[in-house]
């Protein structure tokens, strides 16, 4: 399976603090994507990084790649109590499989005010 | 205008009816996905639709048939439902992926429950 795996699958920290989650994949990919689910609504978009990339920045977040271990992490600085979410990432099947997307687990976050 | 929509926000139905969710994106995007998205689960997809055509069907049972009226509609006609497709039901879109996945645009989802 190409699916990815998350760790932690949660994590709690204090307001202000930094969270850190991890990604990790099976297979080559083009891209590699993190998205932000609030509880039972849409997924938003984060950041796509390529697999060219090795670090990618936007705003409070910092996402690296580290394709020759198949792994992503997703760096939220300074979080908020609006961070409170589940984060996931995503993965694209490569040349082959662009259209497709495969999620992992999931990390959800919870900021404590 | 960055939004997808989705309707009906809400939908409970017996395992005799026939319903569709319906989704509308005006970004001009001609890529368009249909994924469903159990508690605590990942989305997982469903259905991608590339200009109007279906290019992708992971393996899903016939009771779920989707259709693409045109670039901006994607609908998902559900009939003789079990119990165990109760779900979020997601619709996305994107660029074309063509050889490079692009960022996908969410709507809220459909809540189905399944009596």
């Known amino acids: 399976s190409q699916q990815g795996e998350e760790d932690p699958q949660a994590l709690s920290i204090q307001e202000g603090e930094n969270a850190t989650m991890n990604c990790s994949y099976k297979?080559?990919?083009?891209?590699l994507q993190w998205y932000r689910q609030n509880s039972g609504r849409g997924l938003v978009h984060l950041i796509l990084i390529r697999s060219n990339e090795r670090e990618k920045h936007s705003g409070r977040l910092r996402v690296t790649l580290d394709t020759s271990k198949k792994s992503s992490s997703l760096l939220i600085t300074a979080s908020r109590a609006a961070d409170t979410a589940s984060y996931f990432c995503?993965?694209?099947?490569?040349?082959?499989?662009?259209?497709?997307?495969?999620f992992g687990q999931g990390t959800r976050l919870t900021i404590n005010p | 205008d960055t939004e997808v929509t989705q309707t009906p926000k809400h939908l409970v139905m017996g395992m005799t009816n026939k319903k569709s969710l319906k989704c509308e994106q005006h970004?001009?995007?001609?890529?368009m996905y249909w994924y469903k998205q159990k508690a605590k689960k990942p989305p997982e997809l469903m259905f991608v639709?590339?200009?109007?055509?279906?290019?992708i069907n992971e393996s899903v049972p016939s009771r779920f048939s989707p259709e693409c009226p045109n670039s901006s509609l994607l609908n998902l006609h559900l009939h003789a439902l079990q119990p165990e497709d109760s779900a979020l039901y997601l619709c996305a879109s994107s660029q074309d992926p063509g050889v490079f996945s692009y960022e996908q645009y969410f709507g809220p989802g459909t809540r189905l429950t399944v009596t």
């Open positions: 639709y590339s200009y109007e055509k279906l290019s």
């Open positions: 995503a993965t694209d099947g490569g040349i082959q499989g662009a259209q497709k997307l495969v």
């Open positions: 970004m001009g995007h001609r890529a």
């Open positions: 297979t080559s990919i083009n891209n």
